[in-house]
């Protein structure tokens, strides 16, 4: 009985882990893993693996712009013929004195169909007026540049990807040096997006051993994509599109490859890199390494050369001809950070207009926030971000937020899933499989998924969406605990629990996300991370309304604000902005938070909650519009006002970034990422300044509008860092008399110098011109504007250099000097090398007693203000040695008046006279992206002072009842209940070896049968319930029996058991 009762242990046991583990091989000894590792990954074609302390390089692409002589993309309002594209091209610009231009030939097959664009090349010509004759034909809608990138591979070992940097030291660097073109890392338009196959990624983490998981043999058996397999789904009836590097026409994983296009300018449809290979592995191999959709339709869209080249042009007919075709599902695998390239912007929403789903990868760019790229950024694409088989947050995978509403609002929330994209196996170049990391890699995982769920449904008709897709992959998600909704979005894609979700879909609208906790971390970071109180910035959350129901809609009548009465609802105001249309697909709900007055010194939760309805026209003979009624629960932590001195102001309004104009990086050393494109916002690269700050007792709010809309009195300091925009000159008297009354002022600039900003000019691909930068680091010339009331002002040297001050280290990088200072101020200089001659000259000059930090306060009754030359030590984009020690020192200063010691007891230096303070640069463009400017004929002035937005604040109509007490729980679309156990049926179609006539064969991985008998996999837990049961009636029995036995004497039970021992061991000798 007792080997009974084992048994089934042993079977309970067994039922239960196959039920809810991941099919992941584990041993038990290191000895045993190493050996079954090499057994589980073999003969890896261009793969190195190690399980030691040794370094193991990856290789990393770069990007690299290049100049294309005068070719614009000339967009039209409709699709026309070639003829015709030809004849309105020539009426508009025969008027111009242009002495030749011509249409770029496109041999591709899109070119034998109308199209909505022409690529135009000019030359010759004399002035500019042919852009405007264009652009006022009305069959022309916009006119952009060609675009032209080339991508290369480098090999960077994990030293060189660690956040924390020493200065470069070496040789310095000479005056051609500086004069080569600068080359981005971070690309100017589209770019793949891999990394390359380590044996494990780093996940962010330092630890010199520790015990890792198994890497799954198959991605598909780690994400069960066997269970839909033996449903018989398995891709079949869908198309799938891989934009990437072609493939070759051959390859063994493939069988169901419909066609191959080539739309680069090389004679070939073949893969020479490999990318594009795998890519499609991972979504449709037949062997080996399993994809997830074997059976379906694979298109294969060349889009880069062997030389890794790719145009805007050869995307834009791509996708015309996806169009056409049809496609259901598009991967991208690539990226970049500038979401304003409008023919590319536009045309992605005329896919997923068109019923494309498009699976985009967020970008390697991680762990820095405000890294997305586009399209994946955008609402109406799935965009996923990576994660290693450990369910950690990889550190290359980009993270939120999006930065197209900067600087007056807040980003959405991205990536919208995350999956595996560390050391993944697909297909080789020629056969055989590889490893690849990289959110290049989680794109076709998720692309892989979204092909087979959508063979799963694709004969339901319009359940099958752009929008319902994404619906239920983050409906269905399971949440990562340790990272945030910036990092994860909704979380980890699950396969089948989509699955689930989507059989049981009702076309329908949704929110994303579908709650707003500021209690919950560290998911709802940074949300989570300061309270609110009453005086406050309101608090900003841009949710994403997915519409399920059509491609377009609207919201009807207005969305309405509903307090909790017993849950204090009534402390909360909310301000709610919307779409007006949503289109395609998508749209945005605007949520602003504040606290009401009657809170002031208040503290404790508060909660209510929005409801609103969307509407969107009937569909298939349907009489009625179709509407979903939506519900966003809001739940936040209010605090008494803290006092004045506590609060910090950040200045977004007066930050620029790329695009649209060419701002550059605060460091000169950073040639290979020369464009400032995070934002400069306290949740993207200054992020850890602003948790610095947080966990030092400060709180931080953030003015996205001008100096003269806010209330002076509620703070103690105004944190200006790294300013590229002008100031109007009301707000310069504003700041005067703001100090005057007590506001402290904390300045950190950054490099300016007009000749260094000549030497490093730079060829921008989105107005193919060389562009000079229109600012340094910062605008000193506006910086000292509004200075000047002040008596103090920046110089134009740039300077570079380690220094300390007391006990603390920290480094100069590419910063500024104080020109023009008060007396009676406090002024602390170092010895720096002079960075700007470097630039300008070649050689290397070091400078004694440079000024570098000045403190200052001009009566007892007035405020403080602290200058410093530099903001690249606060700044998290290239930190490479943080000073947010400086920092609070001199928050001490301006918050609370107390000089610190190490300030104190420096010496004071004397600056010498200045006959002239930098200029702007002559024919400078920041006029065209100023918010400050106008840019009419003549020389920019500001413009009229805007008036300052007033948020309307909706009326409250309070409920009465209480409010659920924990907002986390799996978004459950509106029409769908619990869908519980997965419900078995016959497959119609089961791929298998020696199938009937008509059934594709592929080849099944190893320890899978092809079988059309069903699979029992989902029956396990109704066949462990009933053991479980059989084994608790078992041992009631037996306990029963025992209790009602007569008792036993104790000889016998005595002389029982001796019989046993001898029975197994032998006799044994009495005593």
């Excluded at 050369?305 to 496609?327: G, M, R």
């Excluded at 007569?1046 to 032998?1066: I, M």
Aim: overall charge neutral; hydrophobic content about 35%; some cysteine.
């Amino acid at each position: 009985m007792a080997s009974f009762c084992l048994y089934y242990v042993v079977v309970l046991l067994t039922l239960w882990t196959r039920t809810v583990s991941v099919n992941l091989d584990n041993s038990t000894s290191p000895n045993a893993s190493i050996n079954l590792l090499h057994h589980l990954i073999p003969c890896l074609d261009n793969a190195t693996y190690t399980l030691s302390d040794e370094v193991v390089p990856e290789i990393k692409l770069e990007f690299s712009s290049e100049h294309v002589e005068h070719e614009y993309i000339v967009i039209f309002d409709n699709y026309y013929s070639s003829q015709s594209r030809y004849n309105y091209i020539e009426a508009a610009i025969n008027k111009c004195k242009v002495l030749k231009w011509s249409i770029v030939k496109r041999d591709n097959p899109a070119s034998h169909y109308p199209s909505d664009f022409e690529v135009l090349k000019l030359t010759n010509f004399e002035n500019k007026s042919w852009l405007d004759l264009l652009l006022d034909h009305p069959a022309v809608k916009h006119v952009a540049p060609q675009r032209k990138v080339t991508r290369t591979l480098k090999t960077v070992h994990e030293t060189d990807l660690t956040e924390d940097v020493e200065p470069i030291k070496g040789k310095p660097c000479q005056k051609e040096c500086w004069s080569q073109n600068w080359r981005s890392s971070r690309p100017l338009k589209r770019t793949s997006l891999a990394l390359s196959s380590g044996f494990w990624h780093a996940t962010g983490r330092h630890s010199s051993r520790r015990l890792l998981r198994a890497l799954p043999r198959q991605i598909t058996g780690a994400l069960q994509a066997d269970v839909l397999w033996n449903l018989g789904y398995s891709g079949k009836g869908v198309k799938v599109a891989v934009f990437d590097t072609g493939l070759a026409e051959n390859h063994p994983h493939f069988k169901k490859v419909k066609e191959r296009t080539n739309w680069t300018n090389e004679k070939t449809l073949n893969d020479g890199l490999g990318h594009g290979t795998f890519v499609a592995g991972v979504i449709s191999s037949t062997k080996e390494c399993m994809g997830f959709a074997p059976d379906a339709d694979l298109y294969i869209f060349r889009v880069f050369t062997n030389n890794q080249v790719s145009y805007t042009s050869w995307f834009l007919d791509a996708f015309n001809y996806a169009i056409l075709k049809k496609i259901n599902v598009l991967n991208l695998s690539i990226g970049g950070p500038d979401f304003m390239d409008h023919p590319f912007v536009d045309k992605v929403w005329e896919l997923t207009a068109n019923n494309v789903i498009m699976v985009s990868a967020i970008g390697n760019d991680g762990p820095l926030y405000g890294t997305l790229n586009n399209p994946a950024d955008q609402m109406d694409v799935i965009g996923v971000g990576g994660i290693n088989f450990e369910d950690s947050i990889a550190k290359f995978s980009s993270r939120g937020m999006t930065t197209w509403e900067l600087p007056g609002g807040y980003g959405r929330v991205k990536p919208d899933i995350v999956t595996y994209g560390s050391a993944v196996r697909g297909s080789g170049l020629k056969g055989g499989c590889r490893t690849l990391s990289g959110t290049s890699v989680a794109s076709p995982v998720v692309a892989g998924a979204v092909t087979l769920l959508a063979s799963a449904v694709i004969e339901k008709g319009n359940v099958l969406n752009p929008a319902s897709m994404k619906q239920a992959l983050m409906a269905s998600a399971r949440r990562l605990p340790a990272a945030n909704i910036f990092e994860q979005g909704m979380g980890k894609l699950d396969l089948v629990r989509a699955h689930q979700i989507l059989s049981n879909y009702k076309p329908q609208a949704s929110l994303s996300p579908s709650y707003i906790d500021f209690t919950e971390c560290p998911y709802m970071w940074p949300y989570c991370s300061q309270p609110i109180y009453h005086g406050g910035m309101p608090a900003v959350v841009n949710v994403t309304i997915l519409n399920g129901m059509g491609v377009s809609g609207r919201i009807i009548d207005k969305p309405v604000w509903h307090p909790y009465t017993p849950q204090n609802g009534n402390f909360i105001e909310v301000a709610i902005s919307y779409s007006p249309l949503l289109w395609p697909w998508s749209g945005y709900l605007a949520v602003s938070v504040t606290v009401s007055k009657d809170a002031a010194g208040w503290g404790g939760i508060a909660q209510g909650r929005i409801t609103l309805t969307v509407e969107s026209p009937p569909q298939n003979g349907e009489d009625t519009p179709r509407q979903s009624h939506l519900k966003l629960p809001i739940k936040v932590k209010i605090i008494p006002t803290p006092p004045r001195s506590r609060r910090i102001l950040w200045d977004q309004y007066h930050n620029l970034r790329y695009p649209p104009g060419y701002f550059p990086r605060d460091n000169l050393r950073m040639k290979n990422d020369p464009l400032d494109w995070n934002g400069d916002h306290i949740h993207t690269n200054f992020k850890d300044m602003y948790l610095h700050l947080c966990n030092s007792g400060f709180f931080v709010e953030v003015l996205g509008k001008p100096f003269t809309c806010f209330d002076a009195k509620q703070y103690g300091t105004l944190l200006i860092a790294d300013a590229e925009e002008e100031y109007f000159p009301e707000e310069i008297t504003k700041l005067r008399r703001d100090v005057e009354n007590g506001l402290s002022v904390m300045v950190f600039a950054d490099w300016y110098n007009v000749s260094v900003m000549k030497k490093v000019k730079f060829y921008d691909e989105n107005t193919r011109q060389w562009w000079m930068p229109d600012t340094g680091g910062s605008n000193i010339p506006a910086l000292n504007d509004l200075l000047a009331p002040l008596g103090m002002a920046f110089g134009d040297s740039v300077y570079e250099g380690m220094f300390s001050i007391g006990d603390h280290q920290t480094h100069f990088a590419s910063g500024t000097a104080i020109a023009k200072f008060p007396s009676g101020g406090l002024i602390i200089g170092r010895s720096l090398k002079n960075q700007g001659h470097e630039v300008l000259t070649g050689e290397t000059k070091t400078q004694d007693d440079v000024p570098i930090l000045g403190l200052y306060r001009q009566s007892p009754a007035s405020g403080h203000v602290v200058l410093y030359g530099d903001s690249n030590c606060i700044d998290s984009s290239h930190l490479q040695k943080e000073c947010f020690w400086l920092l609070e020192m001199l928050l001490q200063y301006t918050s609370f008046g107390n000089l610190p010691i190490d300030l104190s007891e420096e010496p004071v230096i004397s600056l010498p006279p200045i006959d002239q303070l930098p200029e702007r640069m002559d024919s400078n463009h920041l006029h065209r992206y100023s918010k400050v400017l106008d840019s009419h004929l003549g020389e920019p002035k500001p413009r009229p002072l805007p008036a300052c937005p007033h948020l309307a604040w909706a009326k409250a109509e309070p409920l009465n009842i209480s409010a659920p007490s924990n907002l986390f729980q799996h978004q459950k679309l509106l029409s769908v209940v619990d869908v519980g156990p997965m419900v078995l049926k016959r497959p119609e179609v089961l791929p298998h070896r020696g199938a009937a006539q008509g059934v594709d064969d592929w080849d099944l991985p190893p320890g899978m049968n092809h079988s059309n008998q069903l699979d029992n996999s989902n029956a396990y837990p109704l066949i462990a319930f009933f053991s479980t049961v059989l084994v608790l009636v078992f041992f009631f029995v037996h306990v029963h029996k025992r209790k009602t036995r007569p008792k036993r004497r104790k000889g016998p039970r005595l002389k029982r058991f001796t019989r046993l021992q001898e029975r197994f061991h032998g006799k044994v000798p009495s005593v």
